[in-house]
Nanobody, 124 residues
Framework: QVQLIESGGGLVQAGGSLRLSCATS????????MGWFRRAPEREREFVAA????????NYADSVKGRFTISRDNAKNTVYLQMNSLKPEDTAVYYC?????????????????WGQGTQVTVSS
């Protein structure tokens, strides 16, 4: 059974930083890609960032380019999302997702497995 467990969320002031982690278990993800999505209150789920597990190629939403960095640690089967220069509009529940293809896809429907989410709150 595939498990994705997010951690690292919390409350931070605007301009601050947080690092989210997504620990994976239950299968080998070497030929897969991982993504981060978020859902703010009363808003649709939106793509944040994705990474190909094998090549390391990345993909970012325009709203986070230059502020967020996605990375992975193959030995630990963990994906990270470093979030800098946080803004109040980044407040959301952040979800980790995995898919069985190598492309760092930005579409939620391309992902087969999802974590439970971790809350990020940015105060102004």
């Amino acid at each position: 059974q595939v498990q994705l467990i997010e951690s690292g969320g919390g409350l931070v002031q605007a301009g601050g930083s947080l690092r989210l982690s997504c620990a994976t278990s239950g299968r080998t993800f070497s030929s897969s890609s991982m993504g981060w999505f978020r859902r703010a209150p009363e808003r649709e789920r939106e793509f944040v960032a994705a990474i190909s597990w094998s090549s390391g190629s990345t993909n970012y939403a325009d709203s986070v380019k230059g502020r967020f960095t996605i990375s992975r640690d193959n030995a630990k089967n963990t994906v990270y999302l470093q979030m800098n220069s946080l803004k109040p509009e980044d407040t959301a529940v952040y979800y980790c997702a995995a898919r069985g293809g190598t492309a760092a896809a930005g579409e939620a429907h391309a992902y087969n497995y999802w974590g439970q989410g971790t809350q990020v709150t940015v105060s102004s």
